[in-house]
């Protein structure tokens, strides 16, 4: 029913204008609708239906955000893609432009050559011409004369591109160690999209594929040009009809809900997704096992490759119960879907976030396999839950590599922020909220080793590697590198959470959390928006909040109120041997030359295959 509603409006070039009724007198006239009521009804069903009520006062009508209608043909053979777009923006003050977004394009990707083509443009009813910028990313489409106030902006295109291939010795797990010891050779590394968009192992990640709206913060559009540091793009709050024609062999995820699926005369298949009131819209072609599971109201997916299910079902069961418990402390998920797929992914990232979605390295999934002879000392696997002292590394990295993506649902896609301009409000939080539940479901010592092990670890590496402490706070184009990012983004930001928790106490802290996410519900924060909340909470220690948010975020105090990475430790863990105090003491004093090696392009994983 809805690829026959998005055909129909694809090929009506001049849609009927309809008659609006005469206002009423001294009434302030309504917002305008991008949908129509039937696309309505199809977009409220990726929406809880316990959930609509709210999320429809929240946003004062879900016709009033933006609507994109996209029917694509997808060919994982050649890895090509092409498609119609129509974009329907409703208009609440006179617009003479907008500005599109295709960070596919930047200058650092695919040897600065385009990825993603845009073709024939119109504006039905609509005199509209578009133009490039100087900036690959950005395109202008200009309104002459300008759109007044209470009318629906219609622009429809064609696009169409080829997605990458990506080297599959680098998604592997011996990939993501040479990814972090380049870094650390490099004294930082280069830019990159981890792979966002690109193709490997029979998994084509196209998000990004069509053009979208740039996004808007502090009342300002975003034109700023990726730096190639933490996320590639951010779009304003959102609907979405998606519609992908592929081979029948293949299975299609995006964002939201799957409405449709159907057999083409061709042979092939056709999916049709509907996401209403999301920030961004995912799509992955694949051929992966797909087990399913409920946690409430909320339909669980883990599309898993072949020879990985054990571990699927290890992501399906951490998706299901983080959802759960990050939902009774940040207010519910509102969504009806929630995906995890596994897909490969460059330069050592181990996930990625989307609305309704999440990416998982594969090397997340094959940790011990991928190492090698080092895949020993990844520790054995167990099911995560089971509470054994024996628990592996590479259980644990799972565990909360999931649990950080689901984090993400509340902040970035549920609470927004700039990922640009601002991208530890969002990153830190999700860290620390996947300690949070650690500690929910193993205990609050699991929790604090998860802070030590998996966050503050970031740091600490970042500073053996000589790179600064400094303000976490700051734009992804004013690190000085990948590394420092990562080191003050997801290593010393996130600690500031648990000094507020000391300084407030559990139960303040828990509501200074929730009030948090009440207040900023589909809307955006700021970096001391947070501080605001907690202050509401706790308005008694307004001037100790501020003072130690500025002292995380904006001052160089880590290596005091973090310490050094104790090696010894680190073995430990990763071994699950014990060391005697001489030994462990003599790690430490090796660490320094150890990091002059691999600064120097010794491969330190070459002296560890001995022992």
Known sequence: MVHLLLCAALAAAKPAPSKPAPPKADATPAAPSAASPAELDVLLQSIQSKERPALQTKLHGLGTLPLYRVVATIDPATHSFKGQEQLRVPVTVETKELVLRLFNNATY?????????????????????????????????????PLPAGTVAAVDLEFSGTVPELNEKAVSGAGAMNAQLGMIQ??????????????????MSLTGMFPQLAAHFGGQVDLGPPSGVGDVASYDTSNYLFTAEVPANVQVVAGGARVGEEATPSGGKRFTFASAAVRDFPIYTGTWKVTT???????????????????????LGVASRALT????????????????VEQPLLDGAGGIEYPTVVGVANMVYRTQQSFGSL???????????????????????????VAHEVAHQWWSSIVGSDPHRHPAVDEALAQYSAALYVE????????????????????????????????CDRATDEFDSPLQYAGLVYGKAPMFFGALRKLLGDATFDKAMRHYADKLRFSEAGPYDFVLAATDVAPDRAK??????????????????LGQLDMGKLVEGVTGMKMSPEDRALMQ??????MQMMQNGVDPSQMLQGP
């Not at 205990?443 to 000589?466: C, H, P, W, Y």
């Not at 100790?544 to 109120?561: C, I, Q, T, V, Y």
């Open 109 to 145: 990707l695919n040897a600065g050559k385009p990825q993603v083509e845009v073709g024939k443009t119109t504006c039905p009813n609509q005199p509209c011409t578009l133009a490039a910028d100087s900036e690959p990313t950005i395109l202008h489409v200009n309104f002459d004369p």
């Open 589 to 594: 004093q090796m660490v320094p030359q150890l």
């Open 440 to 471: 929910a479901k193993r205990g609050k010592a699991a929790g604090t080793e998860a802070l030590t092990d998996m966050v503050a670890i970031n740091f600490q590496m970042m500073r053996m590697s000589g790179e600064k402490d400094g303000a």
């Open 375 to 401: 895949g020993a000392l990844m520790g054995p696997q167990q099911k995560l839950g089971s509470h054994e002292s024996n628990v592996g590394i590479s259980d644990k990295m799972m565990e909360f590599t």
């Open 186 to 203: 490099s004294h930082g590394g280069g830019p990159t999209d981890h792979g966002a968009f690109g193709s490997a192992q029979g998994v």
């Open 325 to 340: 418990e990050l939902g009774k402390r940040f207010g519910p998920y509102p969504w009806t879907d929630f995906s995890v």
């Open 544 to 561: 100790k909040l501020l003072a130690l948010k500025d002292r995380w975020f904006l001052e160089s105090h880590g290596d005091e109120d």
């Open 293 to 315: 599971e409920k946690a409430g109201g909320i339909t669980v997916s883990a599309y898993t490759l072949e020879g990985d299910e054990a571990n699927g079902k290890i992501a």
